[in-house]
């Protein structure tokens, strides 16, 4: 069982609805990984992702318990994993919705295709 709290408070709300947006640096990133090494690129992060994001969570839940707390058990692992695999594959998606696809950028180019 996952658990959170997540306050109601208008301060914190702020603060949420402030925070997400810039995160999509991330995807900037994402992007540009798709326009050097293409898809096997993109599989690499996601795989990265899926392997760093569980302990990342684990060790915020253990440093900052008021946060919530994981149930024991590899479900929430596995969920944790997929979440951030989900993530990066969603928020790529979108975009290449608004910027168009990395590998027809006019900046594309590789070093080895010099």
Known sequence: MVAFVIPSD???QAVLWIGVPLIGFIF???WRIDRWFGRR????VAVGLAVIGPPRDYWYMQHFPEWGYYAPGIAPLLAISVTYV???VVGHGVMQLIAG???QDQLARRPWEA
């Open 10 to 12: 208008p301060y914190f």
């Open 86 to 88: 989900l993530v990066c």
């Open 28 to 30: 900037l990133i994402t």
């Open 101 to 103: 696809p990395a590998r």
């Open 41 to 44: 690129g993109l599989a690499v």
